[in-house]
């Protein structure tokens, strides 16, 4: 009874409520002064100097005598002010039920959406295109065609379909990717593929991004599909139905 009460706690407390907007207070956080900032630097260093491990920051956590620490790869872990002991996971608000954590690496992870090379994307606009969001997303991802699939429910939006098929995953994904791409209409060919299951007649190979949104994705850090890119800058990873997509989207203008 003790276990299943405690799970119950923790659901809540990872549950996020979707109709906070607004940034809860005890989700600032300020550099920590300079001599601590050394002293836990060169510590943790020393600890996992095999691993390579770099501090990139150190700022005070909404915990007193816990500093919250970024690490390669943008990476966020707390430890107290001598270093002795680390906690890797999600810092959680308890009355907004939002990760603190989360927030963080969206924040450090921003990307700026005009540097996207839009180009380089299947462009479909519907309704009247005033929301904006650009997706990595695989010919052959399961998620990513659910995806599609609520996209296909929304109006007045534009999607920015980057092509980032993983190998290593769906060796095909390349192949139907090019062919898509190189249809008279990409952007029909990629709505009935990824929407209806069609794939287009075989035509002639012709010059094409994918090499180079793939290497774009994975530059960019993502490791998987779909990846959601916001026009101020954050990401999303994975699938979400609607209607939580479409406010997703509409709070990251």
């Given at each position: 009874?003790?276990?299943?009460?405690?799970?119950?706690?923790?659901?809540?407390?990872?549950?996020?409520?979707?109709?906070?907007?607004?940034?809860?207070?005890?989700?600032?956080?300020?550099?920590?002064?300079?001599?601590?900032?050394?002293?836990?630097?060169?510590?943790?260093?020393?600890?996992?100097?095999?691993?390579?491990?770099?501090?990139?920051s150190?700022?005070?956590?909404?915990?007193?005598?816990?500093?919250?620490?970024?690490?390669?790869?943008?990476?966020?872990?707390?430890?107290?002010?001598?270093?002795?002991?680390?906690?890797?996971?999600?810092?959680?608000?308890?009355?907004?039920?939002?990760?603190?954590?989360?927030?963080?690496?969206?924040?450090?992870?921003?990307?700026?959406?005009?540097?996207?090379?839009?180009?380089?994307?299947?462009?479909?606009?519907?309704?009247?295109?005033?929301l904006?969001?650009?997706?990595?997303?695989?010919?052959?991802?399961?998620?990513?065609?659910?995806?599609?699939?609520?996209?296909?429910?929304?109006?007045?939006?534009?999607?920015?379909?980057?092509?980032?098929?993983?190998?290593?995953?769906?060796?095909?994904?390349?192949?139907?990717a090019?062919?898509?791409?190189?249809?008279?209409?990409?952007?029909?060919?990629?709505?009935?593929?990824?929407?209806?299951g069609?794939?287009?007649?075989?035509?002639?190979?012709?010059?094409?991004?994918?090499?180079?949104?793939?290497?774009?994705?994975?530059?960019?850090?993502?490791?998987?599909?779909?990846?959601?890119?916001?026009?101020?800058?954050?990401?999303?990873?994975?699938?979400?139905?609607?209607?939580?997509?479409?406010q997703?989207?509409?709070?990251?203008?």
């Amino acid at each position: 009874m003790k276990i299943k009460f405690l799970n119950t706690l923790l659901f809540l407390a990872l549950t996020p409520l979707i109709a906070c907007s607004q940034p809860s207070s005890a989700a600032q956080h300020t550099p920590t002064d300079s001599n601590t900032s050394t002293e836990l630097t060169a510590k943790l260093e020393k600890v996992y100097a095999e691993q390579n491990l770099k501090v990139l920051s150190v700022h005070n956590s909404p915990i007193n005598g816990l500093y919250e620490v970024t690490v390669s790869g943008n990476q966020i872990v707390y430890v107290d002010a001598k270093a002795e002991h680390m906690l890797v996971g999600d810092l959680i608000h308890i009355q907004s039920r939002e990760s603190l954590t989360d927030k963080r690496v969206a924040e450090l992870n921003r990307i700026d959406f005009s540097s996207l090379p839009l180009d380089k994307a299947i462009k479909e606009v519907r309704g009247n295109g005033k929301l904006k969001v650009a997706v990595f997303s695989d010919p052959d991802c399961p998620y990513c065609k659910r995806l599609e699939g609520e996209f296909a429910k929304m109006t007045d939006i534009t999607i920015y379909s980057f092509m980032m098929p993983i190998a290593s995953l769906h060796p095909d994904g390349l192949r139907k990717a090019v062919q898509i791409w190189c249809q008279p209409d990409r952007t029909t060919a990629w709505i009935e593929w990824m929407r209806k299951g069609k794939m287009p007649k075989q035509t002639g190979e012709c010059d094409h991004p994918v090499e180079e949104t793939v290497s774009l994705g994975e530059q960019l850090g993502f490791h998987g599909t779909p990846t959601l890119v916001f026009p101020n800058g954050r990401t999303q990873g994975g699938y979400s139905p609607l209607p939580q997509l479409k406010q997703t989207i509409e709070k990251n203008q």
